[in-house]
Protein backbone atom coordinates (compact mmCIF):
# COMPACT_ATOMS: atom_id res chain seq x y z
CA UNK A 1 0.00 0.00 0.00
CA UNK A 2 1.36 3.34 -0.91
CA UNK A 3 1.46 5.90 1.66
CA UNK A 4 -1.59 7.61 -0.65
CA UNK A 5 -3.72 4.83 0.02
CA UNK A 6 -3.02 4.83 3.30
CA UNK A 7 -4.62 8.28 3.40
CA UNK A 8 -7.30 6.98 1.87
CA UNK A 9 -7.86 4.25 3.84
CA UNK A 10 -7.88 5.84 7.34
CA UNK A 11 -10.13 8.75 4.99
CA UNK A 12 -13.03 5.74 5.20
CA UNK A 13 -12.17 4.14 8.70
CA UNK A 14 -12.22 7.82 10.34
CA UNK A 15 -15.73 8.86 8.55
CA UNK A 16 -17.23 5.40 9.73
CA UNK A 17 -16.07 6.31 13.19
CA UNK A 18 -17.13 9.62 13.17
CA UNK A 19 -21.17 7.64 12.79
CA UNK A 20 -20.47 5.90 16.52
CA UNK A 21 -19.13 8.56 17.86
CA UNK A 22 -21.76 10.15 20.94
CA UNK A 23 -19.27 13.46 20.87
CA UNK A 24 -18.59 14.00 17.31
CA UNK A 25 -15.55 16.71 17.72
CA UNK A 26 -13.62 13.44 19.39
CA UNK A 27 -13.01 12.56 15.41
CA UNK A 28 -10.22 15.39 15.42
CA UNK A 29 -8.24 13.92 18.60
CA UNK A 30 -7.79 10.49 16.54
CA UNK A 31 -4.86 9.42 17.52
CA UNK A 32 -4.49 7.80 13.70
CA UNK A 33 -4.81 11.13 12.47
CA UNK A 34 -2.06 12.42 14.82
CA UNK A 35 0.07 9.69 13.82
CA UNK A 36 -0.49 10.32 10.18
CA UNK A 37 -0.01 14.31 10.16
CA UNK A 38 3.53 13.37 12.29
CA UNK A 39 4.01 11.34 9.40
CA UNK A 40 4.80 13.90 6.67
CA UNK A 41 8.37 14.68 7.71
CA UNK A 42 8.90 10.59 6.62
CA UNK A 43 7.81 10.93 3.58
CA UNK A 44 10.38 11.63 0.29
CA UNK A 45 11.27 15.31 -0.16
CA UNK A 46 9.59 14.90 -3.62
CA UNK A 47 6.30 13.60 -2.32
CA UNK A 48 6.24 15.51 1.08
CA UNK A 49 4.43 18.43 -0.74
CA UNK A 50 1.52 16.42 -1.88
CA UNK A 51 0.90 14.07 0.87
CA UNK A 52 1.23 16.75 3.14
CA UNK A 53 -1.28 18.54 1.08
CA UNK A 54 -3.83 15.58 1.27
CA UNK A 55 -3.22 14.90 4.98
CA UNK A 56 -4.07 18.40 5.64
CA UNK A 57 -7.38 18.15 3.33
CA UNK A 58 -9.10 14.82 5.17
CA UNK A 59 -8.51 16.76 8.56
CA UNK A 60 -10.05 19.84 6.73
CA UNK A 61 -13.12 17.16 5.63
CA UNK A 62 -13.51 16.29 9.41
CA UNK A 63 -13.43 19.42 10.62
CA UNK A 64 -15.80 20.87 8.57
CA UNK A 65 -18.37 17.84 8.91
CA UNK A 66 -17.73 18.57 12.68
CA UNK A 67 -19.15 21.93 12.55
CA UNK A 68 -21.53 21.30 9.96
CA UNK A 69 -23.54 18.73 11.72
CA UNK A 70 -22.79 20.99 15.34
CA UNK A 71 -24.80 23.96 13.50
CA UNK A 72 -27.37 21.16 12.28
CA UNK A 73 -27.64 20.57 15.56
CA UNK A 74 -28.51 23.96 17.20
CA UNK A 75 -30.32 25.36 14.43
CA UNK A 76 -33.79 26.39 15.56
CA UNK A 77 -35.73 29.05 13.84
CA UNK A 78 -34.57 32.27 15.11
CA UNK A 79 -36.78 34.16 18.06
CA UNK A 80 -37.28 38.13 18.27
CA UNK A 81 -34.98 38.75 21.36
CA UNK A 82 -35.24 43.07 20.97
CA UNK A 83 -36.97 44.34 24.16
CA UNK A 84 -40.84 44.46 23.51
CA UNK A 85 -41.21 48.79 23.44
CA UNK A 86 -39.07 51.67 23.29
CA UNK A 87 -36.84 51.25 26.55
CA UNK A 88 -35.98 54.85 26.20
CA UNK A 89 -39.39 56.23 25.69
CA UNK A 90 -41.18 57.29 29.07
CA UNK A 91 -42.92 54.19 30.65
CA UNK A 92 -46.04 52.82 29.09
CA UNK A 93 -48.77 51.68 30.51
CA UNK A 94 -49.48 48.96 28.72
CA UNK A 95 -49.10 46.28 31.66
CA UNK A 96 -51.30 47.06 34.43
CA UNK A 97 -49.93 45.57 37.58
CA UNK A 98 -52.92 43.36 38.43
CA UNK A 99 -52.03 41.45 35.26
CA UNK A 100 -48.42 40.52 35.86
CA UNK A 101 -47.30 37.55 36.87
CA UNK A 102 -44.27 36.00 38.95
CA UNK A 103 -41.44 35.09 35.96
CA UNK A 104 -41.01 31.72 35.74
CA UNK A 105 -37.41 31.31 36.36
CA UNK A 106 -38.46 33.36 40.10
CA UNK A 107 -41.21 30.06 40.49
CA UNK A 108 -39.24 27.85 39.41
CA UNK A 109 -36.30 28.26 42.08
CA UNK A 110 -38.90 28.83 44.92
CA UNK A 111 -39.99 25.20 44.00
CA UNK A 112 -36.60 23.51 43.60
CA UNK A 113 -35.33 25.70 46.95
CA UNK A 114 -38.41 24.30 48.69
CA UNK A 115 -37.72 20.81 48.04
CA UNK A 116 -33.87 20.89 49.05
CA UNK A 117 -34.91 22.61 52.14
CA UNK A 118 -37.37 19.76 52.97
CA UNK A 119 -34.33 17.26 52.11
CA UNK A 120 -32.10 19.07 54.77
CA UNK A 121 -30.23 21.71 52.66
CA UNK A 122 -29.70 25.18 53.76
CA UNK A 123 -30.13 27.75 50.95
CA UNK A 124 -27.65 30.32 50.07
CA UNK A 125 -27.71 33.41 47.90
CA UNK A 126 -24.62 33.69 45.48
CA UNK A 127 -22.75 37.06 44.58
CA UNK A 128 -22.65 38.66 41.23
CA UNK A 129 -19.06 40.30 41.40
CA UNK A 130 -16.77 37.66 43.10
CA UNK A 131 -12.73 36.98 43.58
CA UNK A 132 -10.38 34.97 41.69
CA UNK A 133 -9.60 33.37 44.89
CA UNK A 134 -13.61 32.02 44.79
CA UNK A 135 -13.89 31.81 41.36
CA UNK A 136 -10.53 29.59 40.90
CA UNK A 137 -8.43 28.79 43.92
CA UNK A 138 -10.64 27.58 46.30
CA UNK A 139 -11.63 25.09 43.70
CA UNK A 140 -8.16 23.49 43.04
CA UNK A 141 -7.36 25.81 39.79
CA UNK A 142 -4.35 26.82 40.60
CA UNK A 143 -3.24 29.65 38.50
CA UNK A 144 -2.27 29.04 35.19
CA UNK A 145 -4.52 25.64 35.29
CA UNK A 146 -5.75 25.45 31.74
CA UNK A 147 -9.39 24.52 32.96
CA UNK A 148 -9.22 28.20 33.68
CA UNK A 149 -9.96 29.18 29.80
CA UNK A 150 -13.17 26.78 29.83
CA UNK A 151 -14.58 29.50 31.86
CA UNK A 152 -14.98 32.40 30.03
CA UNK A 153 -16.80 35.30 31.88
CA UNK A 154 -16.67 39.07 32.46
CA UNK A 155 -14.59 40.80 34.55
CA UNK A 156 -14.27 44.40 35.89
CA UNK A 157 -11.75 47.06 35.19
CA UNK A 158 -10.95 47.24 38.89
CA UNK A 159 -8.38 45.18 40.95
CA UNK A 160 -8.55 42.89 44.11
CA UNK A 161 -5.70 43.79 46.85
CA UNK A 162 -3.55 40.14 44.85
CA UNK A 163 -3.70 42.96 41.95
CA UNK A 164 -6.54 40.56 39.54
CA UNK A 165 -9.67 41.75 38.43
CA UNK A 166 -13.27 40.73 40.23
CA UNK A 167 -15.12 38.54 38.05
CA UNK A 168 -18.83 37.46 37.44
CA UNK A 169 -19.32 34.11 38.61
CA UNK A 170 -19.42 31.77 36.30
CA UNK A 171 -21.03 29.33 38.32
CA UNK A 172 -22.51 29.12 41.82
CA UNK A 173 -19.27 26.73 42.85
CA UNK A 174 -17.73 30.05 44.04
CA UNK A 175 -20.15 29.65 47.28
CA UNK A 176 -18.72 26.57 47.71
CA UNK A 177 -15.64 27.43 49.99
CA UNK A 178 -17.38 29.43 52.00
CA UNK A 179 -20.70 27.88 52.83
CA UNK A 180 -18.39 24.86 53.89
CA UNK A 181 -16.09 27.30 56.23
CA UNK A 182 -19.61 28.91 57.97
CA UNK A 183 -21.02 25.55 58.10
CA UNK A 184 -17.92 23.55 59.35
CA UNK A 185 -19.17 24.00 63.25
CA UNK A 186 -21.85 20.86 61.81
CA UNK A 187 -19.36 18.80 61.64
CA UNK A 188 -17.78 19.61 64.88
CA UNK A 189 -21.75 18.63 66.52
CA UNK A 190 -21.70 15.22 64.67
CA UNK A 191 -23.83 17.15 61.89
CA UNK A 192 -23.05 16.96 57.92
CA UNK A 193 -23.02 20.21 56.33
CA UNK A 194 -25.83 20.52 53.65
CA UNK A 195 -26.16 23.42 51.39
CA UNK A 196 -27.18 25.08 47.96
CA UNK A 197 -26.53 27.80 46.46
CA UNK A 198 -29.01 29.76 43.45
CA UNK A 199 -28.17 32.72 41.66
CA UNK A 200 -27.67 33.69 38.58
CA UNK A 201 -24.28 32.93 36.67
CA UNK A 202 -22.29 34.34 33.86
CA UNK A 203 -20.45 33.29 30.40
CA UNK A 204 -19.11 35.25 27.55
CA UNK A 205 -21.18 32.95 24.89
CA UNK A 206 -21.98 32.99 21.91
CA UNK A 207 -26.22 32.99 21.74
CA UNK A 208 -28.40 30.71 20.50
CA UNK A 209 -31.06 28.03 21.71
CA UNK A 210 -29.09 26.66 24.28
CA UNK A 211 -26.32 29.16 25.03
CA UNK A 212 -27.05 32.51 26.90
CA UNK A 213 -24.58 35.09 28.60
CA UNK A 214 -26.80 35.28 31.57
CA UNK A 215 -28.66 32.23 33.49
CA UNK A 216 -29.05 30.97 36.38
CA UNK A 217 -27.60 27.58 38.20
CA UNK A 218 -28.21 25.98 41.35
CA UNK A 219 -24.98 24.47 43.19
CA UNK A 220 -25.34 21.60 45.84
CA UNK A 221 -22.51 20.40 48.49
CA UNK A 222 -22.47 17.70 51.17
CA UNK A 223 -19.88 16.78 53.74
CA UNK A 224 -19.97 14.37 56.22
CA UNK A 225 -17.81 11.36 57.52
CA UNK A 226 -18.33 8.04 55.45
CA UNK A 227 -20.20 10.22 52.22
CA UNK A 228 -19.87 7.66 48.90
CA UNK A 229 -21.05 8.61 45.42
CA UNK A 230 -23.77 6.06 46.09
CA UNK A 231 -25.20 9.08 48.15
CA UNK A 232 -24.72 11.57 45.72
CA UNK A 233 -26.21 9.71 42.75
CA UNK A 234 -29.42 8.51 45.54
CA UNK A 235 -29.88 12.36 46.46
CA UNK A 236 -29.89 13.72 43.11
CA UNK A 237 -32.37 11.11 41.90
CA UNK A 238 -34.35 11.58 44.76
CA UNK A 239 -34.30 15.48 43.76
CA UNK A 240 -35.27 15.44 40.16
CA UNK A 241 -38.26 12.81 41.03
CA UNK A 242 -39.53 15.41 43.29
CA UNK A 243 -39.16 18.41 40.92
CA UNK A 244 -40.60 16.26 38.04
CA UNK A 245 -43.40 14.28 40.15
CA UNK A 246 -42.43 11.18 38.45
CA UNK A 247 -40.37 8.16 38.80
CA UNK A 248 -36.50 8.52 36.84
CA UNK A 249 -34.23 6.22 35.64
CA UNK A 250 -30.38 7.83 35.95
CA UNK A 251 -27.02 7.01 35.39
CA UNK A 252 -23.86 8.29 35.70
CA UNK A 253 -20.87 8.45 33.32
CA UNK A 254 -16.95 9.32 33.72
CA UNK A 255 -16.16 12.93 33.40
CA UNK A 256 -13.34 15.50 33.93
CA UNK A 257 -13.82 18.71 36.43
CA UNK A 258 -10.86 20.18 38.87
CA UNK A 259 -12.96 20.28 42.06
CA UNK A 260 -14.21 17.06 42.00
CA UNK A 261 -12.65 13.41 42.01
CA UNK A 262 -14.16 11.38 41.05
CA UNK A 263 -16.48 13.77 38.93
CA UNK A 264 -19.30 12.17 36.73
CA UNK A 265 -21.96 13.48 33.91
CA UNK A 266 -25.01 12.78 35.14
CA UNK A 267 -28.08 11.90 33.16
CA UNK A 268 -31.78 10.91 33.34
CA UNK A 269 -34.16 9.24 31.94
CA UNK A 270 -36.36 11.61 29.90
CA UNK A 271 -39.22 13.49 31.75
CA UNK A 272 -40.81 14.66 28.89
CA UNK A 273 -41.07 10.87 27.16
CA UNK A 274 -40.12 8.86 29.88
CA UNK A 275 -37.14 7.29 27.76
CA UNK A 276 -39.35 6.51 24.55
CA UNK A 277 -37.62 8.80 22.79
CA UNK A 278 -38.48 12.56 21.75
CA UNK A 279 -37.72 16.30 20.43
CA UNK A 280 -36.45 17.22 23.98
CA UNK A 281 -34.49 14.32 24.36
CA UNK A 282 -32.94 14.17 20.38
CA UNK A 283 -34.78 10.16 20.41
CA UNK A 284 -32.06 9.34 22.35
CA UNK A 285 -34.90 8.91 25.58
CA UNK A 286 -31.73 10.42 27.93
CA UNK A 287 -30.62 13.50 28.87
CA UNK A 288 -27.44 14.74 30.28
CA UNK A 289 -28.32 17.09 32.83
CA UNK A 290 -25.88 17.99 35.12
CA UNK A 291 -21.91 17.57 36.46
CA UNK A 292 -21.12 16.29 39.94
CA UNK A 293 -18.71 14.37 41.82
CA UNK A 294 -16.89 13.73 44.88
CA UNK A 295 -15.49 17.45 46.45
CA UNK A 296 -11.36 17.11 45.56
CA UNK A 297 -9.54 16.81 49.18
CA UNK A 298 -7.49 19.86 48.24
CA UNK A 299 -11.08 22.05 48.13
CA UNK A 300 -11.71 20.23 51.53
CA UNK A 301 -8.43 21.39 52.40
CA UNK A 302 -9.29 24.85 51.51
CA UNK A 303 -12.18 25.13 53.90
CA UNK A 304 -9.58 23.15 56.77
CA UNK A 305 -11.93 20.65 56.63
CA UNK A 306 -9.56 17.12 56.70
CA UNK A 307 -9.85 14.79 53.66
CA UNK A 308 -8.72 12.22 55.59
CA UNK A 309 -11.56 12.37 57.70
CA UNK A 310 -14.56 13.69 55.58
CA UNK A 311 -15.79 13.16 52.47
CA UNK A 312 -18.65 15.04 50.48
CA UNK A 313 -20.24 15.45 47.23
CA UNK A 314 -21.19 18.36 44.98
CA UNK A 315 -23.45 19.10 42.00
CA UNK A 316 -24.29 21.88 39.85
CA UNK A 317 -27.44 22.31 37.51
CA UNK A 318 -28.56 25.02 35.12
CA UNK A 319 -32.19 25.96 36.21
CA UNK A 320 -33.10 26.93 32.71
CA UNK A 321 -32.47 23.56 32.01
CA UNK A 322 -34.38 22.18 34.49
CA UNK A 323 -37.52 24.24 33.82
CA UNK A 324 -37.32 23.57 29.98
CA UNK A 325 -37.41 19.90 29.89
CA UNK A 326 -40.18 20.14 32.43
CA UNK A 327 -42.39 22.47 30.13
CA UNK A 328 -41.06 21.51 26.76
CA UNK A 329 -39.30 24.69 26.04
CA UNK A 330 -37.10 24.68 23.27
CA UNK A 331 -35.05 28.38 23.29
CA UNK A 332 -33.01 29.33 26.35
CA UNK A 333 -33.44 32.83 25.27
CA UNK A 334 -37.21 33.20 26.01
CA UNK A 335 -36.65 33.60 29.58
CA UNK A 336 -34.77 36.76 28.86
CA UNK A 337 -36.99 38.17 25.93
CA UNK A 338 -39.83 39.94 28.20
CA UNK A 339 -42.21 38.41 25.58
CA UNK A 340 -45.45 38.73 27.26
CA UNK A 341 -46.61 35.93 25.52
CA UNK A 342 -43.66 33.84 26.53
CA UNK A 343 -44.28 34.78 30.41
CA UNK A 344 -48.25 34.58 30.47
CA UNK A 345 -48.20 31.25 29.77
CA UNK A 346 -46.63 30.83 33.32
ZN1 LIG B 1 -37.63 12.51 25.36
Redesign the pocket.
Known sequence: MTSFDAIDALRTELFNQYETLENKADILKSPKLKELLASIRTIEPEDRAAFGQAVNQLSQDLKAKVQADSEQVSELPPIDTTAPFDINGSISDFLPAEQGSIHPITQEIAKVSNILSRMGFQIFESREIDDQYHMFESLNFPKGHPARDEYDTFMTVEKDNDGEPFIAPAHTSTMQNRVMKALKGNLEKGLPIAASSIDRVFRNEDLDARHEHTFYQCEGVYVDKGVHAGMLVATLKSFLESYYEKELQVRINPFYFPFTEPSFEFALS?P??D???????S???W?ELLGCGMIHPNVLRAAAIDPEVYTGFAWGVGVERLIMMKHGIEDIRHFESAKLDFLRQF
Open positions: CFCGEGCNVCQEGI
